[in-house]
């Protein structure tokens, strides 16, 4: 891939597989409030005798953070890529080179416990309080 012999190709490839781990934190943040503002808005607007129905919002919310987990995965998958085709004078001795794909993984992770809390937490006809 390289022929520089420089350590500063692969923290380049880290810079960019940790934008990639803050685009899907973002990604995910901003389906978790569009889904939760969906489901503000349905409980404003709402009949009182009416259950509660999933409506655009939810899917679309469940949509983006299913998309920050498959980000996560993919943007680890390349920099792995990228790992294999450095030199090894590229790689600083002793530097973790795998923390940042744990990171990613475990936002893929925690992505998927909120689909399931998401997805689970929604009881037809009950609102707390």
Known sequence: ???????RVFFAAERTLLAWNR???A????????????????LLLRDANTPLQRGVAFYVGIAFIALAAVVS??????YRRVLTELKPIE????????????????????????IVYIALGFHSG????
């Open 73 to 78: 995965v993919f943007s680890s998958l390349e």
């Open 27 to 42: 990604l995910m943040a901003f389906g978790f409030v569009l889904e939760r503002f969906g489901l503000l808005m349905h």
């Open 1 to 7: 891939m390289s022929e520089l012999n420089d350590p």
């Open 23 to 25: 685009t899907a934190i």
């Open 126 to 129: 009950t609102v707390p309080g």
């Open 91 to 114: 790689i600083p001795t002793g530097y973790h080179v795998h923390l940042g794909i744990v990171l990613n993984f475990s936002v893929c992770l925690l992505g998927a416990a909120l």
